[in-house]
């Protein structure tokens, strides 16, 4: 089995050529994962094992509200019961990298552990992705400034508190149920630097020492609680002029749902040189990479969520 048309990363890689020839301080510089929060919101069903790749769940159709008096020894007409289904996909996720045995003995940085960090912390933030792609697909729309569209929104069309009180009163008349009291606003930081000019807005530090604080979490403002990442949703050059265009999702309860193998997690997989047989004849090749063995995500109540487009400052 030849190898040469395989990525493998070598001594030569011209990615970690640094690392191969100058000794400097690793302690000085050091990457920070983003705040992954789209996951957490979710209601999570867990899938249990050998029993297929797609979860089927029943949605009960509400009954309409009936204020018509009942007539002595009449119980008048039945109503018939609704239901709809919602079926969740489950798929498998993960990513691997190729390393030689001599990578492994001479590199300053690129030791087992740190690779096996880089890929947990990949894995994390890939399934985070998947969530919020989901939940970029909401079809209760709200364009700030007062526009129509997205192609309309330009960079002066911000997120303000009129936005996010509309989408509360949208999930109110929908019989939205809260977190606790308050719906969930994830943000990125373009659309909370605008957000946070609002005098009415609360910083976290303000009551976390009062409340169990959700991951991300930075403050509230009309009954949301506004949480923050830099991975949040942003439609490229989708505006006026190609201006960027920001999404706000505004959750309430139950409004998706995550299914995972048993509440399975990305996992990280290594293989040392050597582990592969015949394949690997020199032992000269090892692997790592992070594997998410089912998942699937899933709008199951879309009445319940409210995506706010917004331009935001440069």
Not at 54 to 80: H, Q
Not at 208 to 226: A, P, S
Not at 268 to 296: C, E, H, R, Y
Not at 297 to 312: D, H, S, T, W
Request: hydrophobic residues 35%; contains cysteine; glycine residues 8%.
């Amino acid at each position: 089995m030849a190898y040469t048309n395989m990525d493998t990363n070598m001594t030569t890689s011209s990615a970690l050529s640094a690392g191969m020839q100058t000794y400097y301080n690793r302690e000085l510089l050091r990457t920070f994962e983003p705040n992954l929060v789209h996951l957490q919101f979710g209601d999570e069903h867990r899938m249990p094992p050998h029993s297929g790749l797609v979860m089927n769940m029943r949605k009960i159709i509400p009954l309409e509200t009936n204020t018509k008096a009942l007539s002595e020894g009449d119980p008048g007409d039945s109503v018939m019961l609704a239901e709809t289904e919602v079926t969740v996909q489950l798929q498998q996720y993960g990513e691997y990298a190729r390393c030689t045995d001599k990578l492994d003995l001479t590199h300053l940085d690129m030791d087992i552990m740190r690779r096996t960090k880089l890929f947990g912390d990949a894995g994390s933030r890939s399934i985070d992705a998947v969530v919020r792609e989901e939940l970029a697909k909401c079809a209760n729309v709200i364009y700030a400034g007062g526009k129509t569209s997205r192609a309309a929104l330009t960079p002066a069309d911000k997120l303000t508190s009129r936005e996010l009180r509309r989408a509360v009163k949208m999930l109110k008349k929908n019989h939205a149920q809260t977190f606790g009291g308050y719906y969930i606003a994830i943000v990125g930081p373009d659309t909370m630097y605008d957000l946070q000019e609002d005098d009415a807005f609360i910083k976290v530090s303000q009551y976390q020492d009062k409340e169990n604080i959700y991951t991300g979490e930075i403050g509230r403002l009309f009954g949301v609680r506004l949480v923050e990442t830099t991975e949040a949703k942003v439609f490229g050059g989708a505006g006026a002029e190609k201006a960027d265009v920001a999404s706000v999702i505004v959750l309430g309860q139950y409004a998706y749902g995550i299914t995972s193998l048993k509440g399975a997690k990305p996992r990280v997989i290594v293989k040392p040189a050597g582990s592969a047989g015949t394949a690997d004849p020199l032992d000269q090749i090892s692997t790592v990479g992070w594997k998410m063995d089912g998942f699937g995500v899933k709008m199951l109540q879309p009445e319940y969520a409210v995506r706010i487009e917004c331009g935001f400052s440069a």
